[in-house]
Structures are given as structure tokens and as C-alpha cells.
């Protein structure tokens, strides 16, 4: 039997969604309705009891149809590697000749080999029933499926555009035994509508190409082979074949790309999964999107993260608590500066729409910089001028030593630069050398792109300069705001990446340490990856900490931007455990892609996104957590960051903790490595208020800055010309 649901209409009606709201404080448990639905199908299978057969190499098999190669960890439970054999090769059906036949119970065999079966089938159902959708396998193995676009979304004829769907089998994860499917929304791509015999000339930037069958594969893989056929393969566009032939991506404007994948998962499911066709190739019977249990879906209270300015003053907003309290701690600075550095036949234009307007202020609602950032700024008499666009710096240079400028960060430049913010980094750099330059003098750097502000109307310039004051304020030692929590004796330390494409190294911004009431702290930077270097930096912090606040220090937390392996958790661990031994150090790996396999969506509100400190467990340690601007108090939805943050949280233990795991009964493991709900929930509440400590803007970002700011350090710092930061700026944020 089928049922008409979609993602938004799931039969599995256990109860009405009610999110928990958990108040430390008081043990209450607020409810606030939402009716929440995971991306993630749910089956019936009729997979039962049968017979499959395995060769142990490919030739073998070759009279059989395409063959699927297993790996040790996707073997049938059953079976007995006397030979050592490293893989097993199967189109899951019994064939005579096979090196073994097996008899498959699939109630009671390897999952994995199961994930492995059902993934099969469910690839082999849409090659015979769809054969021109192009088939493809992400980088972790998991079929992507590839849905040629109709209408209006299709480029100009030499492109064709396709919607990319993830499928992910799973069994057992999210239920006890049952085979589960997630589908994904993954955006789209473009395929060209000639083969790469008209691509001579581009073969060294083709990364991927779409063969006959049709499937994408790896051009180098290809060319591996051999014997290939230029005609029969047909280029997957990529950002160097767009720019070299001009191709309009002619894409359109999505509002709201949370209602977008909605909509795209919810079509995908109904059209292609929920018919007889897909249930007799694959045995599986669709039962619709499954539902977070009420108890599982819990909430941290916004109320909590109103953020603090000047003269003990909370507000909602950054950009009404600076107008009306002032910040929360102004530069202590004597003589607070701006010098300006433009283009030539450029500064009357630039003082006219920027500088004036954000010295003196347009009105009620913005009063001018002096007054919103409680300090006495002026603007020097000293222009610098340059008439190079594609390289300033020997000018600038020139200038800054004829004029001995230097500053002790009481100056901040605004350079008003003309090479376009999307420039190839060769260019770039030319723009981050003045940086560099600047920061080596002491004086920091706010960089505008002329081009943007010669087009941009008066009254879209005026929402600028709040924003321009808060970073203005935090370059030169201020604190435009906090949102935290005083007195917990707690420090967080936050570590990311930028991985620069035009490097072999990844550049690391590392020990971003912030106290628990959101005062920043400093930094370290290291310009490769290193645990070890890491470790330093973040017990440096650590000392710091302890010293200034006279040893009491109860907790660590660390923000990682990906997950961490054991064995480099472990310099960590030593380094903060030589400082204060048996201190709860807890990690937390952060997600930070805007592109999830894990959706959910609220059924009960019109925009489908939950409400904003709605938190869902996943499998194991995993968590989604969802940071926008949507409130119990309002409707208001923002398209910019719909996407939840999917976190990763573990313990690492102490020494004293691993011997006291590895004496426990094996049947009490499980719960002594499960992180207490409470603590949970204050990581949940750390990603919200460190969200809102975004001094870039007046408006709060999805990604907390313990993970955003090391980012930015470094992919700043990859275009500098020495690859470090001068000393004098590791405690101020330079990179805003």
C-alpha cells in the first residue's frame, strides 16, 4: 500500500511534534509546537532470505553483469576469509561458476554488506527505469543521481543543467534494523553539449567528464585507462572552464533555499521512490519521512543571548544596543585616527558618499561614528594617493616611509582599492601587501572595492556605517559587544582552516580564545597543519588563563572545524592536562558547509525552517543545530543562512577517566562515553551566543566566530607576502 506524502506530509504520525525548551535553572521544559520531518525515508523490506555470489577478483566475474567490489568491512556475515582475501566482487545474485555462493539472511547479516545490497539495486532500479539520468559516486562512495532540469532553469544550448540528488542507504542508524534512505539536495551542475574533442585546448582544467553510460567520472582517471574516445566524453563545467569560454550560468535567484530543497526532495520522492516500479526492483516499501521523537527535539531559550554594551545595557540587537548604550568598551587609544589611501581622481567622490556620511551621520537612526563608538575620531589631513589599479603597493609603500607613519593601533586606514574583490589571486595579492604593510607599521586596515561604492545608491550606503563602526572598534582594541556568560571560569579555544587553491599547504588559524563572558583573547597562527604547533598555541592560552585568573579554571572547550582523530586529539590533551590536570576538556567538531544531507524541516511553518536554538540528535554523537533568525516572537525569516550547523561532540578524557572506562563492565561503556544532556545543551547555547559575536556586522551569523574568525586570519594571511602576522596585532582582530 502507498500513501501521497511528502517530506512535508509524512504518514509516520506518532504524536505531535512539541520542542523542548531546557531551562538549567528552573528544570523546566517549555513546548513550543513545531511538526519536524527528517530528509531520511523509512522502509518495509522484502529483502528476506536469498542466495549471492562472489568471485575474488574481477575477471572471474566477467561474464556477470557489472560487478561491485567489497571491501573486509562490507563482507556477509558468514563468510569465512580462509583465503585472505582483501575484496569480494558481486552483483548480488546467485551465479553458477562464482568462487562462493553464500545464503544471505538479511534480518541477521552485516549491515554494511546490506547498505552495500540495497545501494546496489537502488542504482541498477534507476539505470533501467531512468537511463538518462547520470549516474555518480561522492567522495565517500555514495550514489549521487543526476535529474536533467526542464523549462526556464535550462542554460543557453551549449550547457545542459541538471539537479544533483544524494542518496545515502543506511541501515539501522536512526531505526533499530530497517533499511533507511536520506536523500539530499545538492544544487545543480552543468554538463557541456560538445565532447572534449572541442575542449583541446582545456584538458589540463577538466576535472570531470560524463561518459556514454551515462556517468561522471575523473577526467585523470580516464586518461588512466586508455584507448578512450574524445567523442564519447563531454565535460563537466567547472569555475576555469566557465571563465575561459565565457558560459552564462544564467542561474536564477533563489529566495529561500531551504523552501527550495524542500520542494526538490519532496518531488524526487514522490516521482521516482514511491511506486510499484522501485518497490519490486528493490524490495523496499516506502513508508514516508521519519519524525523526531518529541523527547529527542529540544530548544535552547534565546531570551538567555541578548547581547551587552555600555553602562550594563541588553538588547536583541547589535545594532540597537550600540545606538543606545554605546559599546560595550571602547579603544583605549589617545588619538584615534582614520588616513585614507585612494585611487587618484577618486577622493572627492569617496569622501562625498562615504567618509562624510559616516563622520557626521544621517540622522536619528545613525549619528555618526564619533558618537556611535564613544570615541573621538578624525579623519588626517594626510592622503595617500596611488595610480596603479592592478598593483598600489610600491606606491603606497613609497608614501608610508616618506611620511614615517606609523601607529601603535590608533590608526586605522580605510584603502579604497580598485582591484575587484573577485580577482585572480595574483591580483589579490596585490591588495593584501598594503594590508600587510599597514599591520607591520601598527596600523590597521578597512578595505572597501571603489567599483562597489561608485554603484551603490546613497540610501544602501547608509547601512554600511554601523556595521563599519563595529569592526572599526574591534581593529583597534574595542569591544563593540558580548553575549556571553560572566564569571564561569571557562575557556573556549576555536580552530579553523582556509585552504588556499593555489597552495599545497592548508593554512591554520589556531588557539582563537575567547573567556566564557565572550571577551576575545587573542590568537595564535600557524601556516600549516600541525597538531602538535596546534597544542602549543592552545596551551599557551590555557597558561594565560590560568595565571590571570589565579588558577580556577573548570572547564575547557574547543571548537575544531572538522573532526578530529584520536591520535590528534592527543597532543591536545597532553598540553592542557601538564597545565591543570583532570580539567573537562570537551571538543567540538563544526561543520561548517552550507550543504547538508541532513534536512529537517518544519511542517507547521510556512518558510519550513525550525525555529532558530532548535537542536535534533542524529546518530551517535551527532548533532544538528539550527541558528537563524526565525523567533517564537516573529515570522520574520532570513535566506542567507537556513542551513543547520551539524556538530560532533566528544569528551577527551583524562588518564584518570581512561582507566576508570577501562575498567567498567563492557555492558556500562556506552553510557560512561556519552556526554551528559546538560553539557550538550550549554555547547548548544555557546554556538548561538558566539554567533552573535560576529564584529564584522551588526547582524548575527550562522557560524560561531571561535570557528569563522581562524578562517578568515587565514585565508588573509595565505595572500600576505611573509605568511605570518606581525606580533603587535595577535590580539586584535585584524582580519574583520
Not at 22 to 48: C, H, M, P, W
Not at 146 to 174: A, C, M
Not at 430 to 447: A, P
Not at 482 to 508: M, N, Q
Request: charged letters at 25%; one cysteine or more; aromatic letters at 12%.
Amino acid at each position: 500500500m502507498y500513501h501521497n506524502n511528502s517530506i512535508l506530509e509524512c504518514n509516520l504520525r506518532i504524536n505531535e511534534g512539541l520542542t523542548m525548551v531546557y531551562n538549567k535553572t528552573s528544570e523546566v521544559q517549555k513546548r513550543i509546537k513545531q511538526e519536524l520531518r527528517l530528509n531520511l525515508v523509512l522502509f518495509d523490506s522484502s529483502a528476506g532470505t536469498f542466495s549471492c555470489s562472489f568471485y575474488y577478483n574481477h575477471e572471474n566475474g566477467a561474464q556477470a553483469r557489472k560487478l561491485n567490489r567489497l571491501n573486509s568491512a562490507h563482507f556477509p556475515s558468514g563468510f569465512r576469509n580462509g583465503r585472505d582475501v582483501e575484496y569480494l566482487y558481486t552483483d548480488f545474485t546467485a551465479r553458477q561458476n562464482a568462487d562462493v555462493t553464500l545464503t544471505i539472511d538479511s534480518d541477521h547479516t552485516n549491515p554494511l554488506f546490506m547498505k552495500a545490497y540495497f545501494s546496489y539495486k537502488m542504482l541498477d532500479y534507476f539505470r533501467e527505469q531512468y537511463p538518462k539520468f547520470i549516474i555518480n559516486k561522492d567522495f565517500i562512495n555514495n550514489p549521487e543521481i543526476w535529474v536533467e532540469v526542464s523549462g526556464d532553469d535550462q542554460p543557453d544550448k551549449p550547457l545542459k543543467r541538471f539537479d544533483v540528488y544524494g542518496l545515502n542507504i543506511q541501515v539501522g542508524r536512526y531505526t533499530k534494523s530497517a533499511p533507511e534512505l536520506m536523500i539530499s539536495y545538492r544544487g545543480t551542475s552543468d554538463v557541456a553539449g560538445k565532447s572534449l574533442v572541442y575542449f583541446q585546448d582545456d584538458l589540463n582544467h577538466i576535472t570531470r567528464v560524463v561518459n556514454g553510460a551515462p556517468e561522471v567520472k575523473r577526467y585523470r582517471d580516464v586518461i588512466a585507462l586508455g584507448g578512450h574516445n574524445l567523442r564519447e566524453y563531454f565535460p563537466v563545467i567547472n569555475r576555469e572552464l566557465r571563465e575561459r569560454h565565457n558560459f552564462d550560468s544564467s542561474y536564477r535567484k533563489v529566495s529561500n533555499k531551504y523552501d527550495q530543497s524542500s520542494r526538490k526532495i519532496s518531488h524526487f520522492y514522490t516521482e521516482f521512490i514511491q511506486n510499484e516500479a522501485f518497490r519490486n526492483h528493490t524490495g523496499l516499501n516506502p513508508l514516508g519521512f521519519y519524525k523526531p521523537a518529541p523527547q529527542r527535539v529540544k530548544r535552547v531559550d534565546l531570551k538567555n543571548f541578548n547581547m551587552r554594551f555600555a553602562r550594563g545595557g541588553y538588547e536583541k540587537k547589535a545594532s540597537s544596543g550600540m545606538l543606545k548604550y554605546g559599546p560595550r568598551q571602547a579603544p583605549a587609544v589617545q588619538d584615534p585616527r582614520i588616513l585614507l589611501i585612494v585611487p587618484e581622481g577618486k577622493e572627492h567622490m569617496i569622501r562625498a558618499k562615504l567618509i562624510r556620511p559616516f563622520m557626521e551621520g544621517t540622522g536619528t537612526y545613525y549619528p555618526g561614528a564619533p558618537v556611535l563608538t564613544n570615541m573621538p575620531l578624525r579623519v588626517m589631513d594626510e592622503v595617500i594617493t596611488y595610480r596603479s589599479a592592478s598593483d598600489p603597493f610600491p606606491e603606497v609603500q613609497e608614501q608610508l616611509q616618506q611620511r614615517e607613519l606609523h601607529g601603535v593601533n590608533d590608526i586605522i586606514a580605510f584603502y579604497f582599492s580598485m582591484i575587484p574583490k573577485d580577482a585572480h589571486v595574483s591580483m589579490r595579492r596585490g591588495f593584501y601587501r598594503v594590508k600587510e604593510e599597514l599591520l607591520r607599521r601598527g596600523i590597521q586596515m578597512q578595505g572597501f572595492y571603489v567599483d562597489k561604492l561608485e554603484r551603490a545608491a546613497a540610501e544602501n550606503i547608509n547601512w554600511w556605517h554601523q556595521n563599519l563602526c563595529a569592526a572599526l572598534l574591534a581593529k583597534m582594541g574595542g569591544i563593540p559587544w558580548t553575549c556571553g556568560k560572566d564569571d564561569a571560569d571557562e575557556l573556549i579555544i576555536g580552530v579553523g582552516a582556509f585552504h588556499p587553491r593555489w597552495s599545497p599547504h592548508r593554512f591554520v588559524g589556531s588557539s582563537f580564545s575567547f573567556d566564557s563572558s565572550g571577551i576575545f583573547r587573542g590568537f595564535g597562527f600557524h601556516d600549516h597543519e600541525n597538531t602538535r604547533l596546534l597544542a602549543g598555541s592552545i596551551k599557551k592560552a590555557v597558561r594565560q588563563y590560568i595565571h590571570e585568573k589565579r588558577g580556577n579554571l573548570r572547564r575547557v572547550f574547543i571548537h575544531y572545524y572538522k573532526d578530529l582523530g584520536r591520535e590528534q586529539e592527543e597532543p591536545i590533551r597532553e598540553a592542557i592536562n601538564s597545565l591543570q590536570p583532570g580539567v573537562p576538556l570537551y571538543l567540538v567538531s563544526i561543520n561548517k558547509s552550507d550543504r547538508h544531507d541532513e534536512v529537517v524541516l518544519d511542517k507547521s511553518y510556512k518558510n519550513k525552517m525550525p525555529l532558530s536554538g532548535t537542536y535534533i540528535p542524529l546518530q551517535r554523537n551527532k548533532y544538528l543545530l539550527f541558528n537563524n533568525d526565525r523567533y517564537p516572537d516573529g515570522e520574520k525569516t532570513s535566506s542567507k543562512f537556513p542551513f543547520p550547523l551539524k556538530l560532533a561532540i566528544r569528551e577527551i578524557w583524562s588518564e584518570e577517566k581512561r582507566e576508570k572506562y577501562f575498567n567498567l563492565p563492557p555492558e556500562e561503556r556506552a553510557r560512561f562515553q556519552k556526554v551528559p544532556e546538560e553539557v550538550v545543551h550549554e555547547i548548544m547555547e555557546q554556538m548561538v551566543r558566539f554567533s552573535r559575536m560576529y564584529w564584522k556586522s551588526v547582524n548575527p551569523q550562522p557560524l560561531p566566530v571561535t570557528v569563522a574568525y581562524p578562517a578568515m586570519v587565514a585565508e588573509q594571511v595565505a595572500l600576505f607576502d611573509r605568511g605570518e602576522i606581525p606580533l603587535m596585532n595577535q590580539n586584535h582582530p585584524f582580519f574583520l
